[in-house]
């Protein structure tokens, strides 16, 4: 999935300085795939994969991917939750995002929930959570962070359920790397500390 989006993603560089932000692994496999079109790189918890974690024995293989189809078929039967009010929205957005500022909280839930027949529910959609990262096993990021030329900023979170599955030890394992540990935040750096990753981002920017 990452690799597939990260096509687009060079295809529209056409500007002299290439910096490229992204939430996720995107950003760095698109500059690793075309390390000549970019200048820089800040990648927020970037450094994960969906791959099966190292404590499964057997990694990829048939019980994983046994697992991931029952996991999909599970979502044929769900339904969203629905919230009847916005303020509920707002309170339950705001219980599982305890680092973020409450008007962040009241924004994202304005934007990121629809009105239905008695109440709210979310727009994403449940289908996204099925994903699997068959193209690029866990081991094979590395050779994408060694083949990317320019500098990077790579942005962590102190905590979250993520926090586990990011590589806080990558930065050698890039030509030039910059880790930031941002606390207190969880998996969404940039909205619970909105203040502080413009700040990283604009130093990191001034250095190129």
């Known amino acids: 999935m990452g690799s597939a989006i990260a096509f687009p993603i060079a295809n529209v560089t056409s500007v002299d300085t290439q910096v490229i932000i992204g939430v996720n692994q995107i950003a760095l496999i698109a500059a690793g795939t075309f390390p000549e079109l970019f200048d820089g790189v800040i990648a927020i918890e970037g ?6 974690p190292e404590f499964m024995d057997e990694g990829m293989g048939p019980n994983w991917l046994r697992m991931y189809a029952d996991r999909v078929r599970e979502y044929e039967d769900m339904t969203p939750t629905v919230y009847p009010t916005m303020e509920e ?9 305890p680092h973020q500022p409450h008007e962040w909280v009241e924004h994202l839930a304005q934007y990121g929930a629809r009105q239905v027949e008695g109440g709210y529910i979310w727009k994403w959609d449940l289908w996204v959570r099925g994903r699997t990262s068959m193209e690029l096993r866990r081991e094979e990021l590395e050779r994408f962070w060694a083949n990317i030329d320019c500098p990077v900023l790579l942005l962590f979170a102190s905590s979250g359920t993520g926090r586990a599955a990011q590589r806080l030890d990558a930065g050698p394992l890039f030509k030039q790397a910059r880790s930031v540990v941002v606390d207190p935040a969880t998996h969404t750096v940039q909205h619970d500390q909105p203040e502080r990753t413009i700040a990283e981002m604009k130093s990191f920017l001034a250095s190129l």
């Open 47 to 52: 450094t994960h994969s969906l791959n099966p």
């Open 89 to 97: 929205v707002v309170h339950r957005l705001a219980r599982q995002n």
